[in-house]
């Protein structure tokens, strides 16, 4: 079974909307750590956030946030005033403190920002 | 900067040959380290864990006689990749742990070309 589903397989929207990228997750562990990672053309992995699975807390850094919700299992990334250089493709990962730090992705969702 | 790096970032080999790719903890030691094969338009899917100083441990599918894996020390994992085809043609990025909060870090990635 999937452990982390991002619905969202390709996004489009016009320069200054704003974007939510939905992340759904599975697990049994009730220690584990949520992520989100930018993957731009070149391929490498661009870190955003870490969650860990007692910290509920919603954040906000520059235009981006996340909303954690426990309840849902939902990890979801908004993105306000998008910009083109946003366009990228975007990962949500898991990772089960019993599984030694092996990351679950999801299957990304691809963003394109219009100008 | 970095703190795990990967080399090379880019390789284009025959069919047939054998490709090597390095993957090293700069400022901490790993004792475990994740290889991870991206194929075009995919999610990143784990394909083995590196352990230093015992055998890896592969993911179901893939070929340990292909994919070869080598911890030889606390700050080095090797993937070579034996008699590669163009099948074998992927993105492929480590990953190395850090500490006991989920914390991890990735490699820049591989983009392997077989020709």
């Known amino acids: 079974a999937q452990k982390v589903t991002q619905a969202q397989t390709e996004i489009s929207v016009v320069e200054k909307e704003d974007v939510t990228l939905d992340c759904v997750y599975e697990?049994?562990?009730?220690?584990?750590?949520l992520f989100w990672y930018k993957q731009p053309p070149s391929g490498e992995l661009v870190f955003l956030i870490r969650r860990n699975s007692f910290d509920e807390q919603n954040e906000i850094s520059g235009r981006y946030s996340w909303n954690f919700q426990k309840s849902t299992s939902s990890f979801n990334f908004t993105i306000t005033a998008s910009q083109v250089v946003d366009s990228a493709v975007y990962f949500c990962?898991?990772?089960?403190?019993?599984?030694?730090?092996?990351?679950?992705f999801g299957t990304g969702t691809s963003l394109t920002v219009i100008p | 900067g970095a703190v795990v790096s990967q080399h090379p970032s880019r390789v284009i080999c025959k069919s047939g040959t054998s490709v090597k790719i390095e993957c090293r903890s700069l400022d901490f030691q790993a004792t475990t380290m994740f290889w991870y094969r991206q194929f075009p338009k995919q999610s990143l899917m784990l394909m083995a864990t590196?352990?230093?100083?015992?055998?890896?441990?592969?993911e179901q599918g893939v070929e340990k006689d292909k994919f070869l894996i080598n911890h030889a020390s606390l700050t080095l994992s090797t993937l070579t990749v034996t008699s590669a085809h163009p099948e074998d043609s992927s993105f492929y990025i480590c990953s190395a742990p850090r500490g006991t909060r989920g914390e991890a870090f990735f490699g820049q990635g591989t983009r392997l070309t077989v020709v």
């Open positions: 590196s352990n230093e100083g015992s055998k890896a441990t592969y």
């Open positions: 697990t049994r562990d009730t220690t584990y750590y």
């Open positions: 990962a898991l990772s089960e403190a019993r599984a030694g730090n092996q990351f679950y």
